[in-house]
Every structure is written in C-alpha cells, then in structure tokens.
C-alpha cells in the first residue's frame, strides 16, 4: 500500500542480529505512522516491569506516510521510548533530512532492543545492515563523529549520541544531520544504555505514491498557500523563532529566574530581533522545506544552526541572562555534547535559585553568563555538580530538599510560556502525555499571536475544548510526520488530502484528527499503565499558588483545577482522568485492555 | 503622551523600535503613526482595520478594538505577523 513501506526493522543489539517482517496495516492505518505507530507499538512491547536505561527498553524510529514524499516539511521522524527521565511515553521528533533517508531505506520503523556487549555502530543501506564496532568513537563529540561518518545532507545521514547519552544524563538527546535533536525526555539515555553510539543510513527507493497527478495539485495547492501566509513566508524566514521573545515579555509571560517573574528586563537583549540584525549568518532548512526558519548564527567563537527560541529563552530569560552570544555559544555546546537545551537550561536555573536561597552550597547564581558552559560540559560528562545536574531539575531539586523549585510537569523541564499569564497553556502543560511540553497543542498561537483566532488568555471557562482539540491535531501532524509550522499557513483539511493521495485510502479531516485522538488515549493508557494519576496532571505549586507581582500578568496564578475538570469531562474520561470505556470502544483501543 | 513600541519588521520601516504619537484612541494613535511611516502602514493594515495576525498591546494586554481609549501614559506594542515554538 503506497505512503507505508510495510516493513519493520527489528535489531536485536544483545546478538547483532536482525529481521524484518510487514507492518501491520489495519494498526498503520489507524494510528497513521510516527508517534500514533511507536505509541502503540511500545504498548506491547514496554511494560511497567522495565526501567528504561535496562536493555528490556526500546528504541522505536518511526517515519509516517507523508515522510520522504517530497510534501512540504515531510522530513520529519520520530523516536518512541519509555522516558528515563520522567517514566511517561515518550515521543520525541526532529527534522533534519535522516527521516527522509530512513524512509528510503525501506522501512517504516525500526526497532532497537537488547544491549551490545561492546560500543557498536550501525550503517543501513536499504536491506543491508552492519554492525561497526565503535569502542574508538564512544567519547566523541556530535560533530566531529557525525562528519567522520560521513554526513551528506542528501544521500548519507547520521544519527547519534554525544557524552551526555553515552554517560546516561536523563536529558540526553539523539542528534541527527549535526545540528537537528530528537530532544526532549533523555531518549540520548536510553541510547547509550544500549552501548549504540550511532546509525548511519543511506537509502536508494523513492516512496510510492498513489495518486501522483492529485499528489502534484496537493503541492502546488500548499506551496501558494505556505507562499501566501505572512507566517510561513516571511515571519518565519526573517526573523526565525526568537522572535517570540519579545512578544511574550510585552505581555508579561515570559518565565523568568526559574519562574520566579513573568517578564524579563534583558529579554531586548536576547531576541530575535537582536540576533537577526547583529548575529545572524544566513537561513537554513530542512529538506523539502520551504519556510527556512533555521538561523545559522555566528559569534567570535562559534557558527552553527540556531539557537530557536526555546534555547534561548532557557539559557536566558529562566537563567535572568542577557548575554546573547554566551546563549548562542551554549547551545552550539548543547548540539555538540547531545544534550536537550530546554531541560539543560531549566536545571541549571533551578539549581541557581537553590543556590540563592541557600539550600545549595554553589556558586551558581543567576546572571551569570559565564557559568553556562562550564556547567553544561560538566552535566554532559557528570563531573562535580553536573553529576547530579545531569539528570534533571525535579531529581535535582529533590535530593536538596526543594522539589517545589523544579519548573517541571511530570519531571520534564516546561519551555519559556509562563501558565500564570495563559491559562490554556498551563492546562496543556499539566496534562501533555510526555510532561511540560509546548508541542502538544499550540496554545500561544490561540492565546497570544491570533492564530487562528485570538482568544483571551486568561479565560478559564471554556479553555479546555481549544486545548482538547489542539493536543488531536498535535498528535495528528505528529504521525503524518510534517512540521507542525506548515499548519500556520496551510489547514488541517489539506493535510487529509495529501495523506489521501498518497496512501490512496480516504481520510477525511476528521478521520486524521479522530486518530490523533486515539493517539491521545492511548498514550494516557500507557501513562495510566505506568501508575500515573490525576495528581500527576499538575503543576509547579509556584503556578498554582504565587502570583506575578507586577506586570501585565499581576494576581494571575494557573486556575487548573476547574480546567482540568472540563478537560477531563470534554475528553470523556471520568474525574480521575481515566478514559471511559465509552470512548475506548469509540476509538477502537477496547482490546487493549 | 503614548508611545508605541514596534517589533520585527516594523522597526526597519519606521527606521526606529519606538515613538511618542499622540491621540486618544488606539485607532487615532494607529492613524497617525502610520501617517508618518506610510511602509508600517502597509504592514499592519487592511482597508483601514488591523490586519490579520497583526498584535496590538495596550500595556501588555492583547486589544483588537480600535476605539479603545489610550492615556497619556500608555505603552502600545505593535508586532507583524509573527510565529514560532
């Protein structure tokens, strides 16, 4: 069936072996490919009993139907574990161009079990694969490995660890194409738990497609449409993701020293403005795409991809520094070591406020933009404090006694929206599957920027049904796989046709966001599996209980509870937070349990 | 008398990131800004309304009514379309 390969790659690291065998397609074609497919996949295989760094863990990599087609942004991949850091599903998808390559290979997943004996490398070039030994790689930094593997943007593409994965730090990423992270979770962890450093593919087929004449109109369609949206062809471009630093300062949601303020005095300092006028190199993208948001940036010291907005907010705004080449220069440092620059920074934000308050005995202190990387090498190669930095804030903060200082939901670090000044965003954050995450719905498009529609973002009542519906599309977009930023200039009803025409099969709009649902579900199945509860979809208690003081945010705190009342009610799960077995059978996810 | 902050874009077309304008209403500051930097004007309006995706902040508050009264005191942020995540 065109748009899925209908092959898995199964390896097994404990023998260097592997096997194939098909897909199969009635579950392909309810949960679509990406995350909906690794959600479901890591059901059956990844149970409560298993820790994730064990080698019982899996790695899943998963393309989707619209992957490698040439469709605008179809370059994206996911990864699916159970995540080291927070015990949740854990999705986590990147761009790049190795997707598209994975998906040239021939394959639509790739499971990795078992642990090697030794460090091992693996090269897939369509249905050959082998197994390196790279005892002489472990210890080797992301870019000189991913050029000594021999990276070419469009024919051979590498995936790998840094130190951080290969020393377990809990927020490890897995980086792809140099500069391009599969971020968020520590899935780097769990990676280097398996002794794998890297995979390295190299694929020849060119993914089927079943209409090709509609599949071309498709294209064209979305082209004018992405050509025609301010967003997509000239606000992204021009001043990439930073951008958002600005406004979210201005209307007083910016999170600041460890969320202890809603606005930033150095956030002009640090924007996107800033580092577009005084910084910025050229624009970069990723393949197949034609927004460009990427910002190649440059300072005295380094030049590489980035920082987006999160990274910088993170090392900035959260850690009250100004100092914009510092921030691009750890993030660069962030890429190289394979660490997650969101986590990496809330940590070491949380660990300056323990600092200042006494409860640390450390020299960390907000401001200080010397302090990043030294910190950052340290938590990558756990040395002195970075040993326990290396796995997190909420871990962190707990073993000094202040779990109430770690600006995680479900232990996962929350990017830059402060829930006190964005109501929705706060409900999204405490009940995303994966814990404190921005891409699981689109909150400050709906909340902030007016897209589609502005709507007040210290409304409660009614808030939960936008983010009801943007955690489906999320989940939807998240298992085609594309960028979620093509959405900005191009309607979800478009994505449905395009996945038509490739696959053949009818999708209606509905049809694709009912999967996500089912996406949705199931992912809170496996969560509830896992023995999290209802006080699990929470907040820090700072949100909850510590209003800004000034600003345009001032008397705001998070009013979740009534949010998560309607939520659960709109989501026809019962006041526990458990999916009723009316909506289970609604989504076919009824033999599951 | 009010001033208003522009961001992205809008600060190459006005040559400046702020200016004082004077009025009374949101729309009347609006007018006159745009009178004096026709190109932002070009930007944030469409037939004489604000522009899709365009944001306006009153003191960091997110204002789509024209008619709005604005004080003397008044921070007004004009951003163009603008995205990211």
């Known amino acids: 069936m065109a748009g899925w390969s209908e092959k898995i790659l199964d390896i097994d690291l404990n023998t260097q072996t592997y096997k194939t065998y098909p897909l199969d397609m009635e579950m392909a074609q309810l949960f679509i490919g990406g995350r909906g497919l690794g959600a479901r996949l890591l059901w059956d295989m990844v149970g409560p009993e298993v820790d994730p760094l064990s080698p019982e863990n899996v790695l899943i990599f998963t393309n989707g139907p619209l992957t490698g087609t040439g469709y605008q942004t179809s370059n994206r991949f996911s990864v699916t574990t159970k995540s080291p850091l927070t015990g949740t599903v854990l999705d986590a998808n990147s761009g790049g161009f190795w997707g598209m390559q994975f998906k040239k290979a021939g394959y639509d997943v790739m499971i990795v079990r078992g642990k090697s004996a030794k460090p091992i490398w693996i090269e897939i070039k369509n249905d050959v694969i082998t197994f390196h030994d790279a005892s002489e790689l472990w210890g080797m930094r992301v870019f000189e490995l991913t050029q000594k593997l021999g990276q070419n943007n469009n024919r051979r593409n590498v995936l790998c660890i840094g130190p951080a994965g290969e020393k377990l730090s809990r927020i490890a990423a897995i980086m792809n194409d140099r500069e391009r992270s599969l971020a968020r979770g520590g899935p780097g962890a769990v990676m280097g738990s398996k002794n794998l450093k890297a995979i390295v593919v190299e694929g020849k087929d060119r993914p089927a497609i079943e209409d090709p004449d509609r599949f071309k109109f498709m294209l064209y369609e979305t082209r004018k449409l992405l050509a025609a949206s301010p967003l997509t062809s000239q606000a992204l471009p021009e001043f990439g993701t930073v951008v958002l630093m600005n406004i979210m300062n201005n209307i007083g949601a910016l999170a600041t020293r460890n969320h202890q303020q809603t606005q930033f005095e150095g956030a002009e300092a640090i924007s996107g403005e800033e580092l577009t006028e005084k910084y910025l190199v050229k624009n970069s993208s990723c393949w197949a795409c034609p927004i460009g948001c990427t910002r190649v940036s440059k300072t005295e010291k380094v030049e590489g991809e980035g920082p987006e907005f999160e990274s910088t907010w993170a090392f900035g705004a959260q850690c009250a520094i100004d100092n914009l080449p510092a921030i691009i220069e750890v993030n660069a440092l962030c890429n190289d070591l394979g660490i997650d620059t969101i986590s990496a920074g809330s940590t070491i934000a949380c660990a300056m406020e323990l600092s200042e308050k006494g409860y640390l005995d450390s020299d960390l202190r907000f401001g200080r933009a010397d302090q990043l990387a030294p910190t950052v090498e340290a938590m990558a190669y756990r040395r002195d404090i970075g040993a326990e930095l290396a796995d997190g804030s909420l871990r962190f903060a707990t073993k000094y006694g202040h779990p109430e200082l770690s600006m995680s939901a479900k232990g996962l670090e929350m990017p830059a929206y402060d829930p006190r000044g964005m109501q929705g965003q706060g409900l999204l954050y405490a009940t995303s599957n994966r814990g404190g995450c921005h891409m699981r719905g689109n909150m400050v498009g709906l909340e902030v920027l007016g897209l589609p529609k502005l709507i007040d973002r210290f409304q409660v009542q009614g808030k939960s049904s936008f983010v009801i519906l943007h955690q489906n599309i999320s989940a939807a977009i998240d298992s085609l796989v594309i960028c979620k930023f093509t959405n900005m200039g191009v309607a979800e009803e478009y994505f449905a046709r395009v996945l038509s025409a490739v696959t053949g099969i009818k999708y209606a709009t509905g049809d694709m966001i009912k999967a996500g649902e089912r996406v949705w579900n199931l992912e809170k199945l496996y969560n509830l599996r896992e023995g999290f509860s209802r006080e699990d979809d929470t907040l820090p208690p700072r949100l909850l209980n510590e209003a800004p003081t000034d600003g345009p945010s001032k008397g705001w705190v998070s009013q979740l509870e009534p949010m998560l009342k309607e939520y659960y009610r709109g989501r026809g799960w019962d006041e526990n937070g458990v999916p009723a077995q009316k909506k289970l059978e609604e989504l076919g996810l009824m033999n599951l349990m | ?85």
């Open chain 2, 1 to 85: 008398m009010p001033v208003v902050k522009l961001f992205a874009n809008l600060r190459k077309l006005a040559g400046k990131k702020e200016l004082s304008v004077t009025g009374t209403t949101l729309g009347v500051v609006v007018h006159e800004l745009v009178q004096r930097h026709p190109p932002v004007g070009e930007v944030i309006l469409q037939n004489g309304e604000l522009g899709p995706h365009i944001v306006v902040t009153l003191n960091g508050h997110n204002i789509m009514d024209l008619e709005t009264p604005v004080m003397e005191q008044d921070v007004i942020a004009i951003f163009p379309p603008i995205a990211g995540g």
